[in-house]
């Protein structure tokens, strides 16, 4: 079955550090480009990061230069690195998986992709107070 | 950043009813649009992507449709199980992706 299962939230005082992971099963973390969405108290969602499975990296300028999304392909593990936490991060933090397609324009023959997240964890809850 | 503005940002509607969800982007973005819906306390689920290809095992009254900045997601024939929050997302800038903020479809 494929699965992905979030755990390492939890609360943390502004400033500090916390560290998401994010359990993939029946299916490769790794050969595949996985992402981070959050979802504050009573609002709607936001995309957080993205790791390709070449390795490369990004993020919404929200979280550039205090997040930082990595892997371990031995363990088929997601993680989330969180430093300098605000209390505007506080959000239930979903991971999910990015499917890729493509088509070809009918009419210019121009091949374009198109991206989806198939399949997602149930969320782990960040709670930034003091 | 592409801003995604969907309407109406709730709506109240009884089984069986047609209901119709609309999605704007700020710029063309071909046919690069998802929609997903979330329960409450649940995660968001694929409905639709690349504007009207229906998700696997998604029932086939959903429905979507358009193209460059108008988007609709359609629900045939309103069950249960549909009363839900409803997002867009759009992908045409990827991987910096934007959700629209939200229809919320209650019970009339």
């Known amino acids: 079955e494929v699965q992905l299962v979030e755990s390492g939230g939890g609360l943390v005082q502004p400033g500090g550090s916390l560290r998401l992971s994010c359990a993939a099963s029946g299916f490769t973390v790794s050969s595949n480009y996985m992402s981070w969405v959050r979802q504050a108290p009573g609002k709607g969602l936001e995309w957080v990061s993205v790791?390709?499975?070449?390795?490369?990296?990004y993020y919404a300028d929200s979280v550039k230069g205090r997040f930082t999304i990595s892997r371990d392909n031995s363990k088929n593990t997601l993680y989330l690195q969180m430093n300098s936490l605000r209390a505007e991060d506080t959000a239930v933090y979903y991971c999910?998986?990015?499917?890729?397609?493509?088509?070809?324009?009918?009419?210019?023959?121009?091949?374009?992709?198109?991206?989806?997240?198939?399949?997602w964890g149930k969320g782990t809850t960040v709670t930034v107070s003091s | 950043a592409i801003q995604m503005t969907q309407s109406p940002s709730s709506l109240s509607a009884s089984v069986g009813d047609r209901v119709t969800i609309t999605c704007r982007a700020s710029?063309?973005?071909?046919?690069?649009l998802g929609w997903y819906q979330q329960k409450p306390g649940k995660a968001p689920k694929l409905l639709i992507y690349a504007a009207s290809s229906l998700q696997s095992g998604v029932p086939s009254r959903f429905s979507g449709s358009g193209s460059g900045t108008d988007f609709t997601l359609t629900i045939s024939s309103l069950q249960p199980e549909d009363f839900a929050t409803y997002y867009c997302?759009?992908?045409?800038?990827?991987?910096?992706?934007?959700f629209g903020q939200g229809t919320k479809v209650e019970i009339k």
């Open positions: 790791i390709y499975s070449g390795g490369s990296t």
């Open positions: 710029q063309g973005i071909r046919n690069d």
């Open positions: 997302l759009q992908d045409y800038n990827y991987p910096l992706r934007t």
């Open positions: 999910a998986r990015d499917s890729v397609g493509s088509y070809r324009h009918v009419v210019t023959a121009i091949l374009y992709y198109y991206y989806y997240m198939d399949v």
